[in-house]
């Protein structure tokens, strides 16, 4: 079976591709003429693609029998450039699919933000209206949208939560703040988070390619655990063997730091982490999500560990000369 992986260069992208070789599957790798190739191994088939024309997409989609649509952009400077990224290549990538007449099913990488915050600690399911807060989760709500509606293959739609594991950039950040020895978090109360390890999202993912009652179907992907922020620097400060010093940065302060950052953003013309539209997603809100029908419909059976997983992650990071 031949699978192409859109967005192959990225973090997730890059395991995707490494884990489904490593499989025995047939994978080719798609990306944008400029792509930093510096995650992925060099015996992959790798295709590169303009994303607006459908003439190429079609070239580099011969033969595929299941696409993972997993290109997508986090942050941006204006919705409309969120809107091109995550709507946009999303409706010519599946357009040019749906003119496939070998291509079977097309797997979208959606995320938890296309849902909605946990009140009450509640879990968000799948059948629950969505209410995403911010540009990101706006945009990745209207292609599953699109897809639901337009897409001419079976379709499957992945949500899944914070990923983490080797090439991660984000959280990479807290893993070089705890390095230094600083521990912090915002406010005094724990922040809960669900998780998955990117070679998890993986396996996952083979599920979804796998299983014929995957098809029409949205999930939500995570470990099935629930971790607090604090949990997460305390057990990567274990592994690293430093000790921190905590630090509980005031809510209040922390709004003006995302916007410093968002000011810092217009004046640079740079993306970063600290602007409004991640303050959002963050601050006073928690986003929990429900496993029980990825576990009811495809068997997902997820085995946590994330002392191991951090642990694998951290030597990545050594090995790479990034800590
Ligand atoms: N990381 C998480 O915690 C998380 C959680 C839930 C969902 N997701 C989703 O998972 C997917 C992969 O995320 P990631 O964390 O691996 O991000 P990443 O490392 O930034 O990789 C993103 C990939 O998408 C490509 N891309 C971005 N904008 C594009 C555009 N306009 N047209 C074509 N390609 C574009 C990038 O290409 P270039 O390298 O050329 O820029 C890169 O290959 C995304 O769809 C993201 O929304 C991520």
């Not at 709500?141 to 079976?154: D, G, M, P, V």
């Not at 992650?313 to 990034?322: D, F, V």
Request: with cysteine; net charge neutral.
């Amino acid at each position: 079976m031949k699978i192409a992986i859109t967005g192959a260069n990225g973090f997730a992208g890059s395991n995707f591709a490494h884990y489904f070789k490593s499989l025995g599957y047939e994978v080719t790798g798609i990306v944008r003429p400029q792509a930093d190739l510096s995650l992925l191994d060099s015996n992959l088939d790798i295709q590169v693609t303009d994303y607006n024309s459908k003439e190429e997409l079609k070239r580099v989609l011969k033969g595929v029998d299941v696409l993972i649509h997993n290109a997508g952009a986090v942050r941006t400077h204006t919705f409309m450039q969120m809107v091109e990224a995550n709507v946009g290549t999303t409706r010519r990538v599946m357009e040019a699919f749906n003119a496939m007449s070998e291509g079977k099913r097309f797997i979208y990488i959606s995320s938890q933000a296309a849902s909605h915050p946990t009140k009450d600690m509640e879990l968000a399911r799948e059948e629950d209206s969505p209410n995403p807060v911010d540009w990101y989760g706006k945009s990745k709500l209207l292609a599953e949208k699109i897809i639901q509606t337009e897409c001419a293959k079976e379709w499957v739609i992945v949500r899944p939560c914070s990923i983490y594991g080797p090439g991660e950039k984000d959280f990479y950040q807290v893993f070089k703040a705890v390095q230094k020895g600083i521990n912090f978090h915002i406010g005094r109360k724990p922040q809960y988070m669900n998780l998955i390890y990117v070679r998890e999202l993986a396996q996952f993912l083979e599920l979804c390619v796998v299983k014929e009652n995957a098809a029409g179907e949205i999930f939500f992907a995570s470990d099935g655990e629930i971790y607090t922020q604090q949990e997460f620097m305390n057990l990567i400060a274990e592994i690293l063997e430093v000790k921190t010093i905590e630090i509980a940065v005031p809510v209040s302060l922390a709004k003006a730091a995302f916007y410093a950052g968002e000011a810092f953003e217009r004046i640079t013309g740079k993306t970063t982490l600290l602007n409004k539209q991640k303050m959002k997603e963050i601050i006073d809100v928690i986003w929990l999500c429900s496993i029980e029908k990825a576990k009811r419909l495809l068997g997902w059976n997820p085995q946590p560990d994330l002392k191991g997983h951090l642990s694998e992650t951290i030597n990545w990071y050594k090995e790479h000369n990034w800590l």
